[in-house]
Each structure stands twice: as structure tokens, then as C-alpha cells.
């Protein structure tokens, strides 16, 4: 049986860039002849079709302004499509805007018969729940005081306990878990497992796609208000990351460019106010005499692609495009990895490599490789250099210019530090204290993977 079924809908809405804030200004502008603002018109959702089997938990992601929400909306009757039909079989429990429903100055026992009231519940079915939903929540000190005075963890825990307290047949979430400390955040994911062995049909939207992977059995990429994607979870979060990577490298790319662009010409016009003679500009994040240039840094994956987005484990290639401008006798190529903290990671060359190079001359470049990435999430920042063979002289050095991220694969799981380091568990029973079990438990089995 199908719990929900979208066939060809969209939604529109119709904005107006400035509108009269009261019958006075709407009088003035009468006067003045002024023209009202034009409207425009913004689709939500464009032709969606999708169907979501009863028991099954569909995760919906995408960026912001996707259309997430206003699907959910759809499905929970607040709103009515623009074209094309919504069918939803069974009754719905509904966790969207934080608080949403919630009247500010009635308190939280009265908010919940509201709730009941407008879901169509009587109040004798209310009086039996209602124990459970104030205890589920853990606001029993405060559910005779006005919601207007509860912080969101609050609104988010009794607006949560009514959602699954009455029985849904459909649950929908949107994002709102992320409200609350760790611990209730904790408690609402048992829950939902409980619900899926219930067999209640649940639709979850949440940027959070560790939380989709885990619990959820289909997911939905949204964007511009059309399905990208649909599908098994990790082919469709797959194909969601690896268009998150193409973006966040075409922004970080961009946003260099134009720092350093902006570098360069504030160095330029001091150089002209102080009347100092023409030379390399020197910059916070630049500086060298500039007989050899770093002229563009590459970060490549182990397929050669160009990326900016790197998994824990994967083969992390930095190709350092140069021209040196005359011949260089016997320089030295450095690069460091430092993390967004400030934390200094390393600094190699190719002295300290024992990998020398005679001279460079004219175009080339040189690629600066790790087989295999230690580094833990998080965003990193990278310095390349050329100097002469002790150290001593910069040709051209980019401190800190350049950004990349890493981000975890499924086959790691730790999130503390900087670091992974392979290793591995071994077990000694106690009641065996000279023995070993024999049984090794490796931190990550196998070859980390992409």
C-alpha cells in the first residue's frame, strides 16, 4: 500500500519585493501614483512525482530552498498543490517549523489539547496520552507556564512528544532534531527506530546525512524544486556529495582568485604611495624576488581529477605549477599542511626528501603526493614554496593560500583529532590473564575506501 503519492505537482508562490506596511502608506502611495511592485512568481516544486511505500522512512535532502520543506508541507495538508494531486492514506503526525501550531500565550498543557483539537482528537483522547507526552518531553516543572517563555529546546520536546504520541500512521520531521542537546537528540532517533519497527511511514528532511544513511531505507536529492536523484541511500548521497564537492571547489577557487587579485592590488598601492622602486609585490600571504613563480596550485585525487574535497585514506596529490624565468641551480620545493585551527601539521621539501633537483628553467610542474590521507574531517589550509637549496632565499612563497577539505569515509569511523592512525584492539579475558583470545578488532578493517 502506498502511503503517500505525488503525481506531477508543483507549487507556486507569488512574491512582491515591497508592499504597503499599513492603509496609510497604501493611501500615500495612491496619491503619488505610485506603481505597486511587481510580483514574482517562484516555484517550490516543479512536476514532482514520487510514491512512498507505507512503513518505509524516506530521507529528503538537498540545499537550502530546495523544496524540502514545501513537500512536507504538501503532504501534511498546510498547503495545497498549484497543479497535479496529492494523495496521503493514513493520519499524519506533523514536526516541522519549531513550534509551529504552539500559541505563545497559552502554556504547554493547553497547547497540547490545542494540538489534539486540531488533528482531530477528542479530549478524552488527549486526557489518556497526555502523561506520557509531559513525561516524554521532561518539562513537568513548566507545563503550566506560557510556551512564549520556553527556549527551543523546550518547544522542540513537547512539539516532538505530541508528534509521536498520538499514533501517526505518517510522521514527518523536518530538521528540527538538530534542536536540543545531545542526549534528547539521542532519544528521539530511538524513538524513530521504534516507529520503523512499528512500521510507520516516516519522512525525514535533514542536511545531517550520517542521520539518512543510518535510519533511513530510500532517499530523494531535491534542488530547484525537482528530483535529482532517487533511490538506494548511499548511491543517492554519493552522487549529493560529489555535487557539493564540484561546488564547494568551484567557490573556494574563486574566492582565492579574488583574494589574492585583492592582495596584489592593495600591495600595488602602497608600493605607488611610498614611491618605491618596481618589484615583486609582497603581500601578507605572498613574498619572494620572483625569478621562479608558483604560478597556479592543483589538488588532484588518485583518479587525477581536480578537487578540492578529499576522503580520509584517499591517494591526495598537490601538483605546484611553476616558470622559473632563468635558470635556478639546485632549488628547493616545500609545501605545509596546516589545519583551519592554526595547528601546524607539517612542512616537507625536497631537500629534507633527499630528492634532488639539478636546475629548473622555463615551465614546469611537480607534484607533492600522499598515498594515502591521514587527516581526519575538517578543513585544511596549504603553503607552497620555491627557495634556493639551504633555505635561505624565497623565489616565490604562498603561505596559507590555498583550501581543502576532508571529509570521512564510511569504512573510518573517528571523528576526534587530526589524525588516523592504523591500528588495531586485541582482548585479554581476565579469566585468561597469560593468554590472548586470539581475536584482533582493526580500528578500520581493510583498505580505507572512497
Same mark, same amino acid.
Given at each position: 500500500?502506498?502511503?503517500?503519492?505525488?503525481?506531477?505537482?508543483?507549487?507556486?508562490?507569488?512574491?512582491?519585493?515591497?508592499?504597503?506596511?499599513?492603509?496609510?502608506?497604501?493611501?500615500?502611495?495612491?496619491?503619488?501614483?505610485?506603481?505597486?511592485?511587481?510580483?514574482?512568481?517562484?516555484?517550490?516544486?516543479?512536476?514532482?512525482?514520487?510514491?512512498?511505500?507505507?512503513?518505509?522512512?524516506?530521507?529528503?535532502?538537498?540545499?537550502?530552498?530546495?523544496?524540502?520543506?514545501? +513537500?512536507?508541507?504538501? =503532504? %501534511?495538508?498546510?498547503? /495545497? !498543490?498549484?497543479?497535479?494531486? &496529492?494523495?496521503?492514506?493514513?493520519? @499524519? #503526525?506533523?514536526?516541522?517549523?519549531?513550534?509551529?501550531?504552539?500559541?505563545?500565550?497559552?502554556?504547554?498543557?493547553?497547547?497540547?489539547?490545542?494540538?489534539?483539537?486540531?488533528?482531530?482528537?477528542?479530549?478524552?483522547?488527549?486526557?489518556?496520552?497526555?502523561?506520557?507526552?509531559?513525561?516524554?518531553?521532561?518539562?513537568?516543572?513548566?507545563?503550566?507556564?506560557?510556551?512564549?517563555?520556553?527556549?527551543?529546546?523546550?518547544?522542540?520536546? +513537547?512539539?516532538?512528544? =505530541? %508528534?509521536?504520541?498520538? /499514533? !501517526?500512521?505518517?510522521?514527518? &520531521?523536518?530538521?528540527?532534531?538538530? @534542536? #536540543?542537546?545531545?542526549?534528547?537528540?539521542?532519544?528521539?532517533?530511538?524513538?524513530?527506530h521504534e516507529m520503523k519497527r512499528q512500521g510507520v511511514t516516516i519522512v525525514l528532511v535533514t542536511h545531517a546525512l550520517d542521520t539518512v544513511r543510518e535510519l533511513c531505507h530510500r532517499a530523494i536529492w531535491l534542488d530547484e524544486g525537482q528530483?535529482?536523484?532517487?533511490?538506494?541511500?548511499?548511491?543517492?548521497?554519493?552522487?549529493?556529495?560529489?555535487?557539493?564537492?564540484?561546488?564547494?571547489?568551484?567557490?573556494?577557487?574563486?574566492?582565492?582568485?579574488?583574494?589574492?587579485?585583492?592582495?596584489?592590488?592593495?600591495?600595488?598601492?602602497?608600493?605607488?604611495?611610498?614611491?618605491?622602486?618596481?618589484?615583486?609585490?609582497?603581500?601578507?600571504?605572498?613574498?619572494?624576488?620572483?625569478?621562479?613563480?608558483?604560478?597556479?596550485?592543483?589538488?588532484?585525487?588518485?583518479?587525477?581529477?581536480?578537487?578540492?574535497?578529499?576522503?580520509?585514506?584517499?591517494?591526495?596529490?598537490?601538483?605546484?605549477?611553476?616558470?622559473?624565468?632563468?635558470?635556478?641551480?639546485?632549488?628547493?620545493?616545500?609545501?605545509?599542511?596546516?589545519?583551519?585551527?592554526?595547528?601546524?601539521?607539517?612542512?616537507?621539501?625536497?631537500?629534507?626528501?633527499?630528492?634532488?633537483?639539478?636546475?629548473?628553467?622555463?615551465?614546469?610542474?611537480?607534484?607533492?603526493?600522499?598515498?594515502?590521507?591521514?587527516?581526519?574531517?575538517?578543513?585544511?589550509?596549504?603553503?607552497?614554496?620555491?627557495?634556493?637549496?639551504?633555505?635561505?632565499?624565497?623565489?616565490?612563497?604562498?603561505?596559507?593560500?590555498?583550501?581543502?577539505?576532508?571529509?570521512?569515509?564510511?569504512?573510518?569511523?573517528?571523528?576526534?583529532?587530526?589524525?588516523?592512525?592504523?591500528?588495531?584492539?586485541?582482548?585479554?579475558?581476565?579469566?585468561?590473564?597469560?593468554?590472548?583470545?586470539?581475536?584482533?578488532?582493526?580500528?578500520?578493517?581493510?583498505?580505507?575506501?572512497?
Amino acid at each position: 500500500m502506498k502511503s503517500v503519492i505525488f503525481d506531477q505537482v508543483s507549487k507556486r508562490f507569488t512574491l512582491r519585493r515591497e508592499r504597503p506596511r499599513s492603509y496609510q502608506e497604501l493611501f500615500l502611495d495612491l496619491l503619488r501614483l505610485k506603481r505597486p511592485a511587481p510580483r514574482e512568481e517562484y516555484w517550490a516544486l516543479r512536476e514532482v512525482s514520487l510514491q512512498i511505500e507505507q512503513g518505509e522512512m524516506v530521507g529528503i535532502i538537498g540545499p537550502n530552498g530546495a523544496g524540502k520543506s514545501t +513537500l512536507l508541507k504538501l =503532504i %501534511a495538508r498546510i498547503l /495545497e !498543490p498549484t497543479s497535479g494531486t &496529492v494523495q496521503v492514506n493514513g493520519q @499524519v #503526525g506533523a514536526l516541522l517549523e519549531l513550534g509551529a501550531g504552539f500559541h505563545p500565550e497559552l502554556t504547554g498543557r493547553e497547547n497540547v489539547y490545542l494540538n489534539g483539537s486540531i488533528l482531530g482528537f477528542s479530549k478524552a483522547k488527549m486526557d489518556r496520552i497526555f502523561d506520557q507526552v509531559v513525561a516524554f518531553s521532561e518539562i513537568e516543572r513548566f507545563i503550566d507556564v506560557p510556551v512564549k517563555h520556553y527556549s527551543s529546546g523546550m518547544y522542540m520536546r +513537547l512539539a516532538f512528544s =505530541i %508528534a509521536i504520541h498520538i /499514533e !501517526p500512521d505518517i510522521l514527518l &520531521v523536518d530538521e528540527v532534531l538538530a @534542536v #536540543g542537546d545531545q542526549a534528547f537528540q539521542r532519544r528521539c532517533l530511538d524513538k524513530i527506530h521504534e516507529m520503523k519497527r512499528q512500521g510507520v511511514t516516516i519522512v525525514l528532511v535533514t542536511h545531517a546525512l550520517d542521520t539518512v544513511r543510518e535510519l533511513c531505507h530510500r532517499a530523494i536529492w531535491l534542488d530547484e524544486g525537482q528530483i535529482q536523484a532517487e533511490g538506494p541511500v548511499d548511491r543517492v548521497l554519493e552522487q549529493y556529495t560529489s555535487y557539493l564537492h564540484r561546488v564547494e571547489t568551484e567557490a573556494l577557487q574563486k574566492e582565492e582568485a579574488a583574494r589574492q587579485e585583492g592582495a596584489a592590488e592593495k600591495a600595488r598601492k602602497r608600493r605607488e604611495e611610498e614611491t618605491a622602486p618596481a618589484g615583486p609585490e609582497a603581500t601578507p600571504w605572498r613574498w619572494g624576488s620572483r625569478e621562479a613563480e608558483l604560478v597556479s596550485i592543483q589538488f588532484l585525487n588518485g583518479e587525477g581529477e581536480e578537487t578540492r574535497t578529499f576522503h580520509t585514506g584517499e591517494t591526495f596529490i598537490a601538483r605546484l605549477h611553476y616558470m622559473a624565468h632563468q635558470r635556478i641551480e639546485q632549488p628547493m620545493f616545500g609545501v605545509a599542511l596546516y589545519h583551519a585551527g592554526g595547528f601546524h601539521i607539517n612542512g616537507p621539501n625536497t631537500v629534507f626528501s633527499d630528492y634532488p633537483i639539478d636546475f629548473i628553467e622555463g615551465p614546469g610542474y611537480i607534484d607533492y603526493i600522499i598515498p594515502q590521507l591521514p587527516l581526519l574531517a575538517g578543513t585544511y589550509l596549504f603553503s607552497a614554496a620555491i627557495y634556493d637549496h639551504p633555505g635561505q632565499h624565497a623565489y616565490d612563497h604562498h603561505h596559507m593560500a590555498y583550501t581543502f577539505y576532508v571529509v570521512a569515509n564510511r569504512r573510518i569511523k573517528e571523528r576526534y583529532g587530526f589524525f588516523y592512525i592504523p591500528s588495531y584492539w586485541r582482548l585479554t579475558p581476565l579469566t585468561s590473564p597469560n593468554h590472548s583470545d586470539g581475536r584482533e578488532f582493526p580500528c578500520s578493517a581493510g583498505q580505507p575506501e572512497r
